[in-house]
């Protein structure tokens, strides 16, 4: 830094720190740029033009420095970097033949992806998070090609991760290290015919799809639907995430009220160890409903070697007390990633890989009516306090339930543009939607009608679908939720939370309180650099060239600089609006 320092002082035309920029500064870019990378890599001439630029920089500087010791100490750095640049490439390419060497004789030449396109592709997950490139993108043709491909991978010293549909919102699929192997399960796709079968445990048979890994969960969804039957993983992100993706996050959705989550419907699972071997999972006992209504989960591993058919010791129980899979009052905790050491599920890929599972399937209710309540007073615990009154009413309701519950909160529903159905002409505060499911369409009209009840006694109106278009209808504002949320960085946060649900409006009123807190100390921080700005600053600093001074410029200037500072001042002095002296300037 202290040559730097000197350096910049004795600064003479600037030219040789030009220079050094630009070197530099390639280096970085193509070092971010995969597209380059594969052109200089490709093209040997590129690579040797652009070297031969390089240095001759340097030289030029050497030539321009005069025997200066702290121009030759920095050209020394910047020679260094631009050698350990030039060797990068033949690392890469012998890199990329050893791994050729290696995953040939497993997979197809076309399964082995190192194209600036593919890596560009991996890059980052649902987060946006980008921190390296991958090395190499792999894409298995089939199970048996994942636990080689694995067990190669690791021959090679590579980190591996596996990648469903990306939309991920941990980060977890993003890689942190250059030499990553993404193994994309994309082409295990195969879902299984919907069947019936005895599970370990379960007296009568029970009804069953299986599926790979890398299966779209819409498209499960489909398949048990043709057959009549309900697929219940069903996150918002249906149409673009995997079963392996599913299982690795335990996902959730709006029928997780009703069944659960994907643990709460997972019959077996299989998947490859990091060594490369196998591993079988099978619940035992299965109470063909939600995992915590047990008090304890029992689950059966069986191990196999590398052939995925030979036994590896002896199977394994596991007993789990559900309270450890699910802290009691939460949906699904999801700090805990151990659960109870029960393999794959909620680990985030980091245990093995996922190739396929079975699941449970469950029985369409005959009648849904969808309800959406609309609220508009500005007292978020009345409004709130529905959610939990809804959930206990339907909770305890013996031939209706609820299958699907969804909190629209104000900000979401002003960036979806809602449409409200009220007859009125502001947007709601908060918005419900909930499917009430049961076999008797009396019953559930009833309790749909109470649901509504219960919202009117807290300030809120609430509206009833019965056919499918009119449900389909209302549903829709919560799909444009996933749409939007690619936009909604600016206020929403991307984290997995879990509450307890009477907890909902404080939780609320807690982000919203550090929003308008964070807002408000951005707000001051500028002022506050623009008033000491003004302050000492006179009238030519803001001369502009080309522009005539006037009496009338220099009146505007001298008017803002001194409301700036007035604004300034009061706003310092009233401190936050949370204060209890604060008095609005
Ligand atoms: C718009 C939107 C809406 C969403 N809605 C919901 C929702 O309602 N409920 C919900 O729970 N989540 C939701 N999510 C989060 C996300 O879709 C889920 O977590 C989903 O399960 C991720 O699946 P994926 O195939 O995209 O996995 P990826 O993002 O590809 O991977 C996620 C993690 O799982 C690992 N992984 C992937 N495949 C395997 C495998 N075969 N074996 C082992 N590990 C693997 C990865 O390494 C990574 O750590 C939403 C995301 C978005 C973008």
Same mark, same amino acid.
């Given at each position: 830094?202290?040559?730097l320092?000197?350096?910049?002082v004795s600064?003479?035309?600037? =030219?040789s720190a030009?220079m050094?920029?630009e070197i530099?500064?390639?280096i970085?870019?193509?070092?971010r740029?995969?597209?380059?990378q594969?052109?200089l890599l490709?093209n040997?001439?590129?690579?040797q033009?652009l070297? $031969?630029?390089?240095? =001759?920089?340097?030289?030029?500087i ?8 702290? #121009?030759l ?16 490439f ?6 990329? !033949?050893?791994?050729f ?24 997950d649902a987060t *946006? ?16 090609e ?6 190669a991978?690791?021959?090679?010293g590579?980190?591996?991760?596996p990648r ?12 942190? +290290?250059a030499?990553?192997?993404?193994i994309n399960?994309?082409?295990? *796709?195969?879902?299984?015919? #919907?069947?019936?079968m005895?599970? /370990?445990?379960?007296?009568? /048979? ?7 890994a890398?299966a779209?969960?819409? =498209? ?9 039957f ?22 959730g959705?709006?029928?997780a009220?009703?069944?659960g989550?994907?643990l709460d ?7 490859v ?16 409903g939600?995992?915590?209504d ?11 070697y590398? !052939? ?7 199977i ?6 559900s309270?450890?899979?699910?802290k009691?009052?939460?949906?699904k !905790? ?18 093995g ?21 609309e609220?508009?007073g500005?007292?978020l615990?009345?409004? #709130?306090?529905?959610?939990?009154e ?5 909770d305890?309701?013996k ?7 969804e ?5 979401? #529903?002003?960036?979806i543009?809602?449409n409200?159905k009220?007859?009125r ?6 918005v ?5 499911v049961?076999d008797? $369409?009396e019953?559930?009209a009833?309790a ?9 006694d807290?300030?809120g109106?609430?509206?009833?679908a019965?056919?499918?278009e009119?449900r ?16 909604? %960085?600016?206020?929403?946060?991307? $984290?997995?939370?879990?509450i307890p ?15 308008? $807190? =964070?807002?408000?100390? %951005? ?6 650099e623009?008033a000491?700005?003004?302050?000492s600053?006179s ?9 005539p001074?006037?009496?009338e ?8 600089g001194?409301w ?13 609006? +949370? ?7």
């Amino acid at each position: 830094m202290d040559h730097l320092d000197g350096l910049r002082v004795s600064r003479k035309t600037g =030219q040789s720190a030009k220079m050094l920029l630009e070197i530099l500064g390639d280096i970085w870019m193509i070092s971010r740029n995969p597209y380059l990378q594969e052109d200089l890599l490709t093209n040997s001439d590129h690579l040797q033009s652009l070297l $031969e630029m390089m240095n =001759q920089r340097t030289g030029r500087i050497i030539a321009r420095a005069e025997g200066n010791a702290n #121009v030759l100490q920095l050209v020394a750095s910047a020679t260094e970097a631009v050698k350990s640049f030039a060797a990068s490439f033949p690392k890469t390419t012998a890199l990329r !033949d050893r791994i050729f060497q290696a995953l040939l004789p497993v997979t197809s030449r076309d399964n082995i992806d190192f194209s600036g396109r593919g890596r560009v592709a991996h890059v980052t997950d649902a987060t *946006d998070w980008r921190i390296e490139y991958p090395f190499v993108v792999l894409t298995p043709d089939s199970e048996k090609e994942v636990a080689l491909l694995v067990s190669a991978c690791i021959r090679l010293g590579l980190t591996i991760i596996p990648r469903g549909g990306g939309t991920c919102y941990t980060g977890s699929g993003v890689p942190i +290290y250059a030499d990553t192997a993404i193994i994309n399960m994309e082409r295990l *796709d195969r879902v299984g015919s #919907v069947k019936e079968m005895a599970i /370990p445990g379960v007296v009568e /048979p029970v009804t069953v799809i299986d599926t790979e890994a890398g299966a779209i969960t819409g =498209q499960v969804a489909e398949a048990a639907k043709k057959a009549g039957f309900v697929f219940a993983v069903d996150p918002t992100s249906k149409n673009a995430c995997t079963i392996g993706g599913n299982v690795a996050m335990n996902a959730g959705g709006k029928k997780a009220v009703l069944w659960g989550t994907t643990l709460d419907n997972l019959i077996s699972w299989r998947m490859v160890t990091p060594d490369g071997e196998w591993l079988e999972v099978t619940r035992l006992n299965h109470n063909l409903g939600k995992i915590h209504d047990q008090p304890e989960a029992a689950f059966q591993v069986t191990r196999y070697y590398a !052939d995925g058919v030979s036994q590896k010791g002896e199977i394994e129980q596991l007993l789990i007390p559900s309270a450890e899979i699910r802290k009691p009052g939460l949906g699904k !905790d999801v700090t805990n990633k151990f659960l109870g050491g029960l393999p794959g599920v909620q680990k985030e890929g980091c245990d093995g890989l996922i190739t396929s599972a079975r699941f449970l399937l469950h029985i369409e209710p005959k009648t849904t009516h969808t309800v959406c309540l609309e609220f508009f007073g500005a007292d978020l615990v009345l409004a #709130v306090g529905a959610i939990v009154e809804i959930k206990n009413y339907l909770d305890n309701h013996k031939l209706a339930g609820c299958a699907g519950l969804e909190h629209l909160d104000e900000r979401y #529903v002003k960036a979806i543009g809602y449409n409200t159905k009220a007859p009125r002409g502001e947007r709601p505060k908060m918005v419900l939607l909930a499917d009430i499911v049961g076999d008797d $369409e009396e019953v559930v009209a009833q309790a749909a009608a109470e649901v509504v009840k219960l919202a009117a006694d807290r300030a809120g109106e609430g509206f009833i679908a019965v056919t499918p278009e009119g449900r389909k209808r209302f549903w829709a504002d919560r799909s444009r939720t996933a749409a939007i949320a690619a936009h909604t %960085n600016a206020f929403k946060i991307n $984290e997995d939370i879990v509450i307890p649900l009477e907890k909902l409006a404080e939780y609320s009123a807690g982000v919203e309180r550090i929003n308008i $807190e =964070q807002s408000i100390q %951005n707000k001051l921080a500028m002022a506050q650099e623009v008033a000491t700005f003004i302050e000492s600053s006179s009238f030519s600093d803001f001369f502009v060239q080309g522009y005539p001074s006037s009496q009338e410029g220099e009146a505007i200037v001298l008017l803002n600089g001194r409301w700036l500072t007035a604004f300034w001042k009061k706003y310092k002095n009233a401190g936050s609006p +949370y204060s209890p002296h604060w008095t609005a300037p």
